[in-house]
Structure formats: structure tokens, C-alpha cells
């Protein structure tokens, strides 16, 4: 039972455009919530976080939206560059236990120049 | 300061075969982390070690062992593979578990025929 979901495994956005990854979750006991990025043969590399007593998480193009309501938070990248290609995965921590993460499935995202 | 690194890359195993994932990092870091990467599943943990000496199963620990040899390494170890255990597999590591940000090692595709 996949407890973080992305719904979308693909999308494509012009350089210099907007790009939005969503990212659902089930399990209200997650307070903590990552997204990582991933390049082919290489592995996840950390991007940006938000706590779940934040609605907003701005890091220069990088900024994390949280809706603890709707259990659900986008990645929002303005202005999106070629290097910005990556599989965009969202992952979130219950801060109990083992702490380990939760991940998404994971968004490709392509920009084009 | 390599971070975590990984040893082999690839591997092809027959069916049956054991062999041992490594994974060490230089970063001083107390907890270690195994994950399993399927494609449309996202990352899932296998095991952990919380710090020195302590190991503990995570989502999938089915077909797998893992040694806590020291604080820098975190081996996994497949007795008998077996095709599902065709995968990519990721070992990270983070200062404490209540920490949340994981830096990841480059991954080993291992391939069971």
C-alpha cells in the first residue's frame, strides 16, 4: 500500500517556464516531508524539506508547498532549467521509529530548451 | 570526502547465488539505511542500523541479511537470490535517525537470472 503517491510519472515544461510536481501521502502520523532528485545511475541527492508546521518552504528556485488538509504538497521550480532533467521524488518521515523515509514513485521531469 | 559509496555497481547472479552489497561513508554519520529501488514502487527500506552495533528490518526484509560491521560500513547480504530480488539497490546514511535529510550512495544494479 503505497503511503506517498505521485500521480504523475511524467511531465514536460519549456526552459524558463514554471514547473509543478504533486505529491499525495496517506498516513497522517507524517510531519516531515522531502523531495529528493535523481539522475540516471546516480543516487537521490537531498533539494529541499518542509516541516508539517510550515505551509511554504522557499530555497532560490526551489520552493515546497504543504496543505496538511488535503495531505498534500507540490514542488514548485521557477524558472525551470535543462539541468532541472531528474526523476523528482517526494518522500516523507513519521519521526518515530527507525525514521526512515517514505517515497514516492517518483516524477520525470524534462525541461525543453 | 566521498560521502557513501557503493561496491559492486552491477552484478549478475544466477539463481541461488549469495553474494554481499558494501556500502561505507565518511561522513561520521550514526544510522545506515538499505533501500530497494523497483520500478513504479519508488524506494523501499530493507533494513536499518539506527547506530554502531544495533540492525533492525524495515518494509522488505524478506531474502536479505545485513551486518553493522562499524560505524563507517553497512553491508547487505543476499544468502539465496533470487529473481525478485532483481533491483537497484541504495545504502544512505544520516547523522542520528531523528535527523531527516539521507545522503544516498550511488546505487548497485543487481540483475538475478
Known amino acids: 500500500d503505497q503511503q506517498v503517491k505521485q500521480n504523475s510519472p511524467s511531465l514536460s515544461v519549456q526552459e524558463g517556464r514554471i514547473s509543478i510536481l504533486n505529491c499525495d501521502y496517506t498516513n497522517s502520523m507524517f510531519d516531515y516531508f522531502l523531495w529528493y532528485k535523481k539522475y540516471p545511475a546516480e543516487g537521490p541527492t537531498f533539494l529541499i524539506s518542509?516541516?508539517?508546521?510550515?505551509d511554504k518552504n522557499e530555497d532560490g528556485r526551489f520552493t515546497v508547498f504543504l496543505n496538511k488538509s488535503a495531505k498534500h504538497l507540490s514542488l514548485h521550480i521557477v524558472p525551470s532549467q535543462p539541468g532541472d532533467s531528474a526523476v523528482y521524488f517526494c518522500?516523507?518521515?513519521?519521526?518515530?521509529?527507525?525514521?526512515?523515509?517514505?517515497f514516492g514513485t517518483g516524477t520525470r521531469l524534462t525541461v525543453i530548451p | 570526502n566521498a560521502g557513501v559509496t557503493q561496491t559492486p555497481k552491477f552484478q549478475v547472479l544466477k539463481t541461488g547465488q549469495s553474494m554481499t552489497l558494501q556500502c561505507a561513508q565518511d561522513?561520521?554519520?550514526?544510522?545506515m539505511y538499505w533501500y530497494r529501488q523497483d520500478p513504479g514502487m519508488g524506494l523501499r527500506l530493507i533494513y536499518y542500523?539506527?547506530?554502531?552495533?544495533?540492525?533492525d528490518k524495515g518494509e522488505v526484509p524478506n531474502g536479505y541479511n545485513v551486518s553493522r560491521l562499524n560505524k563507517r560500513e553497512f553491508s547487505l547480504r543476499l544468502e539465496s537470490a533470487a529473481p525478485s530480488q532483481t533491483s537497484v539497490y541504495f545504502c544512505?546514511?544520516?547523522?542520528?535517525?531523528?535527523?531527516?535529510?539521507?545522503?544516498f550512495g550511488p546505487g548497485t544494479r543487481l540483475t538475478v537470472l
Open positions: 518522500a516523507a518521515n513519521p519521526q518515530t521509529g527507525a525514521n526512515n523515509l517514505f
Open positions: 544512505a546514511s544520516v547523522w542520528r535517525t531523528m535527523w531527516n535529510e539521507q545522503f
Open positions: 518542509i516541516s508539517s508546521i510550515k
Open positions: 561522513m561520521n554519520h550514526n544510522s
Open positions: 542500523s539506527a547506530s554502531e552495533g544495533t540492525t
